[in-house]
């Protein structure tokens, strides 16, 4: 086999429509051989080549007589000493990190350890067993795609609607996607998912894991499966399992998926974990970075370099500090959007990415490099602002430009739909846009992403039927997933036939949608919550790659008409800009009558006074949005008025009437000429403005109104008849 010089740049396999040019960073190595295979499974290589050229450690050659789809991987020379960090072992293949494609899965046994696993010094004497044979391998992909015109749909953020989903589990029991697609991301842009996506009015998906990861090795051994995919080794390969075929055509599949979406105006939005590998602590296996060069890729002990530093419970975590380290993150982040066309990234236990000597920092290179960069900055930047290290809470420190999982929306909104005191004042900075937690740093109101159940604990399902977590099912005596959940079952258990009880659950279902869809801020919603999806207790399926996680796509009357009224209040937020504004509300005056963009109303209809925000024992509210507090303009700068809207919150076990005549503290409101329409009510009836023009909200219920201004009375529609319910909604 002929073999040239070749290039350091770019790192990874790069096929030239000629040949193939190899080039693999270690500072630390002092020999790199490239080895070549003939299948997925061989041990023995078909060809070994010494790389002899290095260029600012990078190791690399050229080699003509290589084509597409040529498996490979390397064998890394140094010495092994645990005491200083390194840990080469040549005997163990090892995975391209710059690998556009990889085929294969791990076969565990104990040739994937670089050391001599049970002996009394197990991190210090090397074993030279080859790993070849149990070890996926790198693949040359075709980089070339025809994209044709496809474009982002670049979906301004205050009209985003993101739907969280796994690329498996919401496509593989679906009746109408085609068998052979099912669990693919072919079948994920198939047109039943397309059509039910839209439907709904997401504008994003946001895909969990889908980089090539790791099968656990004590997962295997009980029959169960990495699920979520949270266990990385490949940062630029999109994982094979979700193909029809491999050999590489994982990558053209990935493409037509995004394509697909584009055409359909969705954005693709991918989980991304950059925080550590599936390599684990120092005790585990050999499979590419540790290699390679575990000083330059892993955070180690200061005090002692045979251990690791671990942010993110898992044993590892990558090393931020060094400059080939980030520059690995930022060619697979900038690789993402520029070959594979996608919208954004929702980092996975983000602190630990700005963590520099210790504590996550603002200014870290991080976050320098993103806000630089042309590309990346461009693009739609989400952070879980929490990882498992010292200080790791960091909901509202990440700088301007990214948005957030908002935790603390999260636990306010079940704290307050399960009736616990204390809430109203939290529960109305979260409504509106948790300027309290975003506006300091000059963020606005779609910094908050706005969740209340995500792939991680229970279902929007299990959240309003189990108090307790069962878990019993992932092998380890429930003593996994978390244990404070602010859940409530309504009166039993889990499943019941208890009409009482099931009517509770779907009430609370939709007050929780409603909120979620009337919040300033970014909704987001888990897949399948749209159709009451459970996974039966568990609320840790990491694990669970079976019925517990596949959505059940089989509608019974309830789940249908929970679905109806999710399509009805993302249609509602979608058509009114008060309710999606882009900066945080002032509560100040917005018209000449003297009207404020946002009043808060106690149950008489006054505005909330201070004494009023210290009552404990309050668990009602009201949010009047004036139709000029829209911030939103149209092509030429004009602005978008929106409708006045007047959304009732009560949290209480019994009805509550509220008096809507006594707003009068607002110039064009009742009774100033006008009425109130009621829209959406979560109760499930109809509601209706009494002669003294209050209305009731039944208990654990939303109501929205929309104000009707007198001049419109005349041409609009008989209130109760706009009303949607659980039973309106079904019918239409």
């Known amino acids: 086999m002929r073999i040239w010089q070749g290039r350091p740049y770019p790192l990874g396999a790069t096929w030239d429509g000629m040949g193939v040019n190899f080039a693999l960073f270690s500072e630390n190595a002092t020999a790199v051989e490239l080895c070549l295979y003939s299948g997925p499974e061989e041990a023995i290589e078909t060809e070994k080549i010494w790389l002899r050229e290095r260029t600012n450690q990078i190791w690399h050659c050229y080699l003509p007589d290589v084509r597409l789809g040529q498996l490979y991987g390397y064998r890394v020379h140094a010495p092994y000493e645990p005491a200083r960090g390194h840990r080469f072992n040549p005997a163990k293949m090892v995975l391209d990190p710059y690998a556009k494609a990889i085929t294969g899965q791990v076969k565990w046994d104990d040739s994937v350890f670089a050391y001599k696993v049970g002996g009394s ?12 044979g149990a070890m996926p391998k790198s693949v040359v992909a075709d980089a070339t795609f025809a994209w044709g015109d496809d474009r982002s749909p670049q979906t301004p953020w205050n009209r985003t609607v993101i739907y969280e989903c796994h690329v498996k589990g919401m496509t593989f029991k679906h009746p109408d996607v085609p068998e052979n697609l099912r669990g693919t991301y072919l079948g994920l842009c198939s047109d039943p998912i397309l059509d039910h996506l839209k439907s709904l009015g997401v504008t994003a998906v946001e895909l969990l894991p889908v980089h090539h990861f790791i099968n656990d090795r004590h997962l295997v051994e009980k029959g169960l499966t990495n699920y979520w995919g949270y266990n990385s080794i490949g940062f630029f390969a999109p994982e ?17 998926m995004v394509r697909t979406f584009h055409a359909a105006g969705l954005e693709v939005i991918l989980d991304v974990v950059y925080n550590h590998t599936a390599e684990g602590n120092h005790l585990g296996p050999t499979l590419c970075f540790r290699g390679i060069d575990n000083v330059a890729y892993y955070r180690l002990m200061p005090d002692n370099p045979r251990m690791m530093q671990d942010f993110t419970g898992t044993g590892n975590s990558l090393n931020m500090q060094h400059p080939r380290t980030l520059q690995l993150i930022m060619d697979s982040l900038r690789y993402w959007v520029s070959d594979m066309h996608v919208d954004g990234f929702r980092f996975d236990l983000a602190p630990a990415l700005a963590r520099e000597l210790f504590e996550m920092d603002r200014l870290s290179a991080f976050f320098d490099i993103i806000l630089q960069d042309p590309q990346l900055s461009q693009v739609k930047l989400i952070a879980e602002p929490w990882d498992v290290g010292p200080g790791g809470y960091q909901v509202g420190n990440f700088p301007v430009g990214w948005a957030e999982w908002n935790g603390k929306y999260r636990d306010t909104v079940r704290k307050f739909w399960k009736g616990e005191p204390g809430q109203i004042p939290e529960v109305a900075s979260r409504l509106s846009g948790s300027a309290d937690i975003y506006q300091w740093t000059q963020r606005s109101a779609y910094a ?3 969740f209340v159940v995500a792939h991680d604990g229970f279902t929007l399902h299990d959240l309003v039927s189990y108090e307790q977590k069962h878990n019993e099912a992932n092998g380890e005596n429930s003593q996994d997933g978390n244990n404070d959940n602010i859940s409530r079952n309504w009166g039993a258990e889990g499943d019941t036939d208890d009409p009482a009880i099931l009517d509770a659950r779907y009430r609370a279902m939709r007050s929780f949608l409603a909120t979620i869809a009337f919040s300033q801020g970014v909704p987001m919603i888990s ?7 459970t996974q039966k207790g568990n609320n840790n399926t990491y694990c669970q790659d079976n019925e517990t996680t596949w959505v059940n796509w089989e509608l019974d009357d309830r789940r249908r008409t929970l679905l109806a009224f999710a399509r009805e209040v993302f249609a509602l937020r979608h058509a009114n800009p008060v309710l999606r504004r882009r900066t945080f509300f002032r509560g100040e005056v917005v018209s000449h009558e003297g009207v404020k963009d946002l009043t808060w109303i106690k149950c008489d209809g006054q505005e909330m006074s201070q004494q009023d925000w210290g009552n404990t024992d309050a668990h009602c509210l009201g949010m009047l949005i004036h139709g000029s507090a829209t911030d939103e303009t149209d092509d030429r700068g004009r602005p978008i008025v929106g409708d006045t809207m007047l959304l009732l919150f009560n949290a209480t076990e019994e009805p509550v009437r509220f008096q809507l005549s006594a707003m009068d503290l607002n110039g064009d409101l009742p009774g100033n000429g006008g009425t109130w329409s009621p829209v959406i009510e979560t109760a499930g009836r109809s509601a209706a403005l009494a002669e003294d023009n209050s209305i009731e909200v039944p208990g654990h219920s939303v109501l929205l109104l929309r104000f009707v201004p007198e001049e419109a009375g005349a041409a609009t529609a008989e209130p109760d008849s706009t009303v949607v319910t659980s039973v309106g909604s079904a019918d239409r």
Not at 121 to 132: C, I, K, M, R, V
Not at 241 to 252: D, K
Not at 527 to 533: N, P
């Open 240 to 256: 094979a399992r979700y193909a029809t075929a491999g050999g590489g055509q994982q990558v053209e599949e990935f493409k037509r």
């Open 527 to 533: 897949h399948g919550d749209e159709i009451a999806r």
């Open 448 to 450: 908050s992403v706005n």
């Open 121 to 132: 010094q197990e991190d210090l004497e090397p074993t030279d067993a080859n790993s070849a």
